[in-house]
């Protein structure tokens, strides 16, 4: 029989003693022995490690933390190793291990597991799913304070026994390098994705330190509540648009949009220069794009008496003109970014409701022909439920008629995924399995020379800023392929006082704005990185 052996690092503390098998809590009863429970330890080795170097928790290494898991012994001829098998059918299993000895120039770590299978009726059309508690203590504070429980991850199966999958749990936590640092590794198999009812084995869990990620450039850091920043790319000029009022409110009459400049990639930036301030108005910045000359575009969402939608038009990030403030049936909350559709012409999605729970949401398209002084409106779904309802999308145009966008989520569950391949006339909405995210409002870059998309979105409550990148043709007909999530800018956790990320591209380089701070004063951020490179990435199913 052949085997996709694990890494030699499985088989570190195995020991050969067996006793009675455990058919209903091991992957498979047949190939799989319980392992003595007094040859076990529980703590994993602390030598001198640097950042990026991994240290591994082996089965043997990892004890029960809740339920009945069992310690087995995963074989196939000669080879045998030792998996923790975690029930497909009864919640509440997991095992524990801890990991210290870190390098003094960790400021977090990332968190992966390997698991596997010898059940035959294994298949990528199903799925099962794990989340991590992580946990560390230190001296003069409870080690309740430091806890982290990880969003569930679901990945679907191999097609075959034996191979081994590689999860990641968790990019990015946190960590005093002095610290030991408690890793609970539990399966949900009463998630409504884990779909595989059989055990699965935890072969490893895999901690590897990171250093501190690179620091973002300051656009606008004035007194008062800088926010909701829009950037777009006019040749090789950065323009960041962003609002300022004195709190998180976007009626105020003081909020008013702003812009600034930049020629050196954002580490510097022009004098501010008003956009709109309109007298008893509140005017918050709601989204970008580029005309077909290449001028950028801007939507204003104007609020007083009336709640109108303005678009502005400039070609050089400093001054601005309105062209368009049209009369919709449906009167959006906001219009999301510009992007242009063959045949079609300039597009825009937007989405209206009052995040109630009744039935009363709904999206649909802007279209224009004329370069945005006149648009079209459809609705593509209503009476929508807040748990249905995809907010604040953003999308790209794939080419052959093809538009991929990704939307925010109102409540704790994955990003949607809108699709059309018919140029935007009709579409088809879909959960993604991408779930770090709280009021995350994503934003996407095609980037047409390797084909790969970015989804950049901040994790509001923990002040990451995320990117996942994939070959759209993985994720188009197939929503919860996306891989694993990347951390990339740390800024403030607190909920609403940062996030919003936006992104725009000059070359090879990407450059995200978001804002974060403490109310009532916050500040305008941009993060550069690198394009993904011509390597596509595979997906984490």
């Known amino acids: 029989m052949s085997v996709s052996l694990l890494s030699a690092a499985l088989l570190v503390g195995w020991v050969p003693s067996l006793a009675a098998s455990d058919p209903e809590q091991s992957p498979d009863g047949q190939t799989a022995a319980v392992v003595n429970e007094g040859n076990r330890g529980t703590v994993a080795r602390s030598r001198e490690r640097t950042a990026g170097s991994a240290v591994y928790l082996t089965a043997n290494e990892m004890s ?53 299978t010898t059940d035959p009726t294994t298949s990528p059309d199903y799925s099962d799913v794990y989340r991590v508690h992580l946990s560390q203590m230190v001296e003069d504070a409870p080690f309740t304070e430091r806890y982290f429980l990880g969003k569930p991850v679901p990945t679907a199966l191999p097609a075959a026994p034996f191979y081994s999958r590689t999860i990641l749990l968790e990019s990015y ?33 895999k901690v590897t330190p990171l250093k501190a990620l690179a620091e973002s450039h300051v656009v606008q850091d004035v007194s008062g509540y800088n926010s909701w920043p829009m950037i777009q790319a006019i040749g090789e000029k950065l323009v960041c648009v962003y609002s300022r009022g004195t709190a998180h409110s976007i009626k105020e009459d003081v909020r008013a949009v702003f812009a600034r400049t930049s020629t050196d990639g954002g580490k510097t930036w022009t004098a501010e220069t008003t956009v709109a ?32 939608h303005d678009l502005y038009r400039t070609t050089d990030g400093v001054t601005f003109t309105r062209v368009a403030t049209p009369d919709l049936a449906v009167q959006p909350m906001q219009i999301t970014d ?102 995350s409002t994503p934003s996407l870059i095609h980037d047409a020379e390797t084909g790969l998309l970015s989804n950049y979105y901040y994790e509001r409550g923990r002040g990451i800023l995320r990117r996942r990148v994939v070959d759209p043709e993985i994720v188009f007909d197939h929503p919860l392929n996306w891989p694993a999530s990347e951390a990339i800018a740390i800024a403030s956790p607190i909920a609403w006082d940062s996030g919003n990320a936006n992104a725009t591209v000059i070359g090879n380089k990407h450059y995200v704005a978001f804002y974060s701070g403490e109310a009532p004063n916050t500040s305008v951020l941009v993060s550069e990185f690198p394009a993904p490179t011509t390597e596509k990435p595979h997906s984490s199913r």
């Open 64 to 116: 029960i933390a809740t339920g009945q898991p069992s310690l087995v012994l995963m074989s196939s001829g000669s080879t045998h190793i030792p998996v923790w098998s975690l029930s497909g059918g009864t919640p509440g299993q997991s095992v524990s291990g801890v990991v210290g000895g870190f390098p003094n120039d960790c400021v977090a770590v990332k968190v992966e597991i390997v698991v596997t």
């Open 173 to 205: 936590y946190e960590v005093d390098p002095q610290a030991p640092l408690t890793v609970r590794i539990q399966r949900e198999p009463g998630d409504p994705n884990d779909s595989f009812t059989r055990p699965t084995g935890l072969a490893t869990v």
């Open 277 to 308: 301030d309109t007298p008893g108005d509140g005017e918050v910045t709601v989204a970008k794009g580029l005309d077909s000359t290449g001028a950028m575009l801007l939507w204003v969402r104007r609020i007083g008496k009336d709640w109108n």
């Open 338 to 439: 510009v992007f242009a559709v063959p045949t079609v012409g300039l597009m825009a999605l937007w989405f209206a409701g009052d995040y109630s729970d009744k039935a009363a949401q709904s999206w649909g398209t802007l279209t224009s022909r004329d370069d945005g002084a006149t648009w079209t409106q459809t609705s593509i779904e209503s009476g929508l439920t807040k748990a249905n309802w995809p907010t604040e999308p953003s999308a790209v145009y794939l080419g052959d008629g093809r538009i991929l966008a990704v939307g925010r989520t109102e409540i704790g569950q994955g990003q949607f995924q809108l699709v059309s391949t018919d140029y935007g006339a009709t579409w088809k909405r879909s959960q993604t399995n991408i779930r770090d995210v709280h009021a």
